[in-house]
C-alpha cells in the first residue's frame, strides 16, 4: 500500500506545501475512486492493494489532482529574465517542452491497463480494436 513517504518522494512534495493528513486523505480517498472503477471482483482481491501498477495508478491520480488545484505544486514555474523582460510559463508540461501527457492522461493510461490486467485475472478476455470505424468501404456484417 502507498506510504505518505512514497507520495512525498514520488511528486517531490515537501512538508511546508502539504502536511501528512492531506496526503493520506489523498490516498484514502482515491484508493476508493479507483477501486470503485474498477468494479466488485477488485474490491474482493486484497492483493491489489500491494500491486505495483496499483501504487502507480494511485500516484498519478493524486499528481492529477494536485495539478487541477495547484499547478505550481506539481508542475513547477519556469521564469527567465532576459535584459529587461521577463517570461513566465506556469506549466512546464505544455508548450514549453512540446506536448508532454499530464498526470490526468498517466492515471487513464494506468487505470486501463490494471482494469485490463484485473480482468485477465478474472479469466475475462479483453479485446479492444481501434479505428475499425473509419476504414473506408468496410462493412458490417
Same mark, same amino acid.
Given at each position: 500500500? *502507498?506510504? &505518505? +513517504? +512514497? &507520495?512525498?518522494?514520488? *511528486?517531490?512534495? +515537501? +512538508?511546508d506545501e502539504l502536511d501528512d493528513e492531506d496526503i493520506k486523505f489523498y490516498i484514502n480517498r482515491y484508493t476508493r475512486v479507483i477501486m470503485s472503477e474498477l468494479g466488485q471482483t477488485a474490491k474482493q482481491n486484497s492483493d491489489l492493494y500491494n500491486d505495483a501498477m496499483f501504487e502507480e495508478c494511485l500516484l498519478a491520480l493524486i499528481a492529477c489532482q494536485l495539478s487541477r488545484t495547484d499547478i505550481e505544486m506539481i508542475h513547477s514555474p519556469a521564469e527567465y529574465k532576459v535584459g529587461d523582460t521577463t517570461l513566465k510559463y506556469n506549466n512546464t508540461s505544455m508548450g514549453l517542452y512540446g506536448s508532454i501527457p499530464s498526470w490526468c492522461d498517466y492515471y487513464k493510461s494506468l @487505470? $486501463?491497463? @490494471? $482494469?485490463d490486467k484485473n480482468s485477465e485475472l478474472q479469466n475475462v478476455q479483453v479485446f479492444r480494436r481501434h479505428g475499425m470505424s473509419v476504414r473506408r468501404k468496410w462493412w458490417n456484417i
Open positions: 500500500m *502507498l506510504q &505518505v +513517504d +512514497d &507520495v512525498r518522494k514520488g *511528486l517531490r512534495i +515537501d +512538508d @487505470l $486501463s491497463a @490494471l $482494469s
